[in-house]
C-alpha cells in the first residue's frame, strides 16, 4: 500500500481535518447521554426549570456544533476521496499509455476500463467511508467505554463479553469475503469486455444478424457476476444480523442487570438512560467498524488489481538508449538479420532473418498472402515490438537506442484498422500537426484525395464525426487517415494496406501526391493489389515469414514464383517494365 501514499501527501490537510472534524462530532455524541441523565436525575426530581433549561440549551449548542463538525467532516472526507481517486486515475491511465502492445495483451480491453474506472471507485468509497470512522468510530468506542465504566463498572463488564465475540466474527467474515471480491471483479471484466465489443462493432453485429447470440453472450457474463455478487455478499450480510443480535442481547443484559439495580438504589433513572445509550454507542461504533473492514475487502482486492497495471513493467522504454537526443533526419531504413516472434516462449518465429534496406525517397511495396508477416514486420520500424534477434535501423542508428518520441515524431502510420477519433475531421486531421494552419491541413487532405469529398459536407472540416468515424464511408475513413499522416511530415511514411477501400483512380492520384510532396520521404506500402506497389522503387514479397523476393515488377514476375501466382490470380498477366 505504499506507493498509495504518494497520491496522499498532496490532499494531507483534507485526510487530516476530515477525522479532526468528525472526532468534534464524537465528543458532542458522548457528553449529550450525560446530560440528558444530569436533566433526569437533577432537573426533574427537584423541579429546577433554570437547570432543566440551561442543560438544554447546553445540549442545543452541543448539537449545533456536531452539525459542523459533521458538514466539515463530510465534506473534507469527499474532497480527499474523490481527489486521491483523480490522481490515481490520471496516473493509471498515463501509465497504460505507455505499454507497449505486447504489455496491452497482457490485460483485456475491458478489464482496463473495469480497473480505471469501479476498481478505483472503489478505492474512493472506502477512503470516504474510512476518514468519517477513522476517529469516530474508535473516538465512540473509547469514549462511550469510559463514561459507561465511570458511571458503572460491574454494569460495564457485560460489555467485555461481547467485544470479543464480534471481533473473532469479524475476521472470519473477512477472511472468506476477500478472495470472494477478486473473482467477483473478474467477473465484471468479462461483462465489460462484453459491453464493449458488442457496442463498437454493433454493425457487424447487425450485418450478421447475431443479436440474439450476443444477447445470450451478454446474459451469460450478467449471470455469472450476478452469481458471484450474491457469493461475495451473502458472506457480509451475516455480519448485520450477528451484531444486531448482539447490540439486542446486551441492552437487554444492561436493563436486566440495572434494573435490579435501580430497585435497591444503587444506580438512578437517568444513569441507565444514558448506560443504555453508552452502550448502544460501543456496539454502533463496532458495526461501523465491521462495515469499514468488510468494505476494505473489496477496496483491497480493487487495489491489487490496480497495482497490477501500475506495477507492469514496460517492456518498450527509452530506458538503454544510448542515443535518446537523436531525430530521424533522412528516413533511411535498414533490417539486418531480424527475427520476430509475438509470445516469447512459442517456437517458431513470425519473421525470421529479414535482411533489406529503404533509403530515403524510395518507395518500397510489401505484398504477400494474409498472415505471411507484412504487418508484424513495419511495426518495428516505430517500435510497437522489438525484435528478438536482429537489428532494425534508422539512418544507421538502432530504433531502441532512440527515444520512443523522437523516433516515432519520424515515422508516419497508417494502420491496417483505420481509427478516428469522437470530434471534428479538423481536430482528427491535426493530430498530425497540433499547430497546423488551415492551408496546411487543406494542403493535406489534397494530397490523400480528401478535400472533395471533406468540402461537400455542410459543416466542412468542423463536421463531427461519431466514435471511429461510424458516418464517413471506408474509403473517406481511409483518405482521412492517410491525410493526418501527411500533415504529419514524416521523413518515414508507412501505409499498411490503407488504399484497400478506395477506387484504383483514387489510389494512383494518391500515388502521385507522394512521388511530388514527398519526394524525399521513404515510402512504405504494404498491398494486397498488385496495382497498389507495381510502380515502387522496389517490391519485397513475403512468404511465411521471409521475404523470397525483391526487385521491380518486372523482375519478380520473371525470377519469383510466389510473386508471379499473386500477379496471375489477380489477372495481371502483362509484365510492365
Request: charged content about 20%; hydrophobic content about 45%; glycine content about 8%.
Amino acid at each position: 500500500m505504499k506507493q498509495y501514499m504518494k497520491y496522499v501527501k498532496p490532499y494531507a490537510l483534507y485526510f487530516l481535518l476530515a477525522p479532526v472534524l468528525m472526532l468534534v462530532e464524537v465528543v458532542g455524541e458522548v457528553f449529550m447521554p450525560k446530560f440528558l441523565a444530569n436533566i433526569i436525575n437533577i432537573g426533574i426530581p427537584e423541579k429546577n426549570t433554570a437547570y432543566i433549561v440551561a442543560m438544554g440549551l447546553a445540549m442545543a449548542g452541543m448539537a449545533i456544533v456536531m452539525m459542523l463538525g459533521g458538514i466539515g467532516g463530510g465534506y473534507f472526507s469527499a474532497k480527499a476521496s474523490v481527489s486521491f481517486a483523480a490522481a490515481l486515475r490520471k496516473d493509471a491511465f498515463a501509465k497504460v499509455q505507455e505499454f507497449s502492445f505486447a504489455n496491452i495483451d497482457k490485460f483485456s480491453t475491458g478489464s482496463l476500463v473495469t480497473r480505471l474506472t469501479n476498481d478505483i471507485t472503489q478505492l474512493q468509497n472506502i477512503i470516504n467511508m474510512g476518514l468519517k470512522m477513522a476517529f469516530r468510530a474508535p473516538g465512540m468506542l473509547i469514549g462511550a467505554l469510559i463514561m459507561a465504566i465511570t458511571m458503572n463498572p460491574s454494569l460495564a463488564a457485560v460489555i467485555g463479553v461481547v467485544i470479543p465475540v464480534l471481533v473473532i466474527a469479524l475476521v472470519l467474515v473477512m477472511k472468506k469475503a476477500f478472495p470472494k471480491f477478486n473473482a467477483m471483479q473478474k467477473k465484471l471484466d468479462r461483462l465489460n469486455t462484453s459491453v464493449q465489443e458488442n457496442l463498437t462493432n454493433i454493425r457487424v453485429v447487425k450485418s450478421f444478424v447475431r443479436e440474439e447470440e450476443e444477447i445470450e453472450k451478454f446474459a451469460e457474463a450478467n449471470e455469472d457476476l450476478r452469481a458471484g455478487s450474491i457469493d461475495a455478499f451473502k458472506t457480509v450480510i451475516m455480519t448485520m444480523p450477528i451484531m444486531t443480535l448482539a447490540m439486542n442481547v446486551t441492552t437487554l443484559a444492561v436493563v436486566w442487570f440495572a434494573g435490579r439495580q435501580i430497585i435497591v438504589g444503587q444506580m438512578a433513572v437517568g444513569d441507565l438512560t444514558a448506560f443504555t445509550t453508552y452502550i448502544i454507542q460501543i456496539l454502533m461504533s463496532l458495526m461501523m467498524t465491521a462495515m469499514v473492514i468488510l468494505n476494505s475487502s473489496r477496496a483491497l482486492a480493487s487495489a491489487k488489481r490496480i497495482s497490477e497495471v501500475l506495477n507492469t513493467e514496460v517492456d518498450l522504454s527509452d530506458e538503454g538508449a544510448l542515443r535518446p537526443d537523436a531525430v530521424v533526419t533522412a528516413g533511411k531504413v535498414e533490417f539486418k538479420d531480424v527475427c520476430f516472434k509475438y509470445y516469447k516462449d512459442n517456437e517458431n518465429y513470425v519473421l525470421e532473418n529479414i535482411n533489406f534496406t529503404a533509403n530515403p525517397g524510395e518507395i518500397v511495396g510489401i505484398i504477400g498472402g494474409t498472415g505471411s508477416g507484412k504487418t508484424s514486420m513495419v511495426q518495428l520500424i516505430p517500435r510497437l515490438y522489438d525484435c528478438d534477434a536482429g537489428e532494425v535501423l534508422v539512418d544507421g542508428v538502432n530504433v531502441k537506442d532512440y527515444s520512443l518520441k523522437n523516433l516515432r515524431e519520424g515515422v508516419g502510420m497508417v494502420l491496417q484498422k483505420n481509427v478516428l477519433f469522437s470530434g471534428t475531421i479538423m481536430d482528427n486531421l491535426k493530430w498530425g500537426d497540433e499547430n497546423a494552419t488551415v492551408e496546411e491541413v487543406q494542403a493535406a487532405a489534397e494530397s490523400a484525395q480528401a478535400h472533395n469529398f471533406v468540402s461537400s459536407f455542410t459543416d466542412g472540416y468542423d463536421t463531427e464525426l461519431g466514435q471511429g468515424g461510424v458516418n464517413v464511408s471506408g474509403g473517406q475513413k481511409q483518405r482521412l487517415c492517410i491525410a493526418r499522416a501527411l500533415l504529419k511530415k514524416p521523413k518515414i511514411l508507412i501505409l499498411d494496406d490503407s488504399t484497400s477501400a478506395v477506387d484504383t483512380a483514387t489510389e494512383r492520384k494518391i500515388r502521385e501526391a507522394f512521388e511530388g510532396e514527398l519526394k524525399d520521404t521513404t515510402k512504405i506500402i504494404i498491398a494486397q493489389r498488385i496495382s497498389s506497389v507495381k510502380d515502387a522503387d522496389r517490391i519485397l514479397v513475403i512468404d511465411d515469414g521471409q521475404i523470397v523476393g525483391e526487385g521491380t515488377h518486372a523482375s519478380l514476375y520473371n525470377t519469383c514464383e510466389a510473386y508471379r501466382e499473386i500477379c496471375i490470380s489477380q489477372e495481371e498477366k502483362e509484365v510492365v517494365a
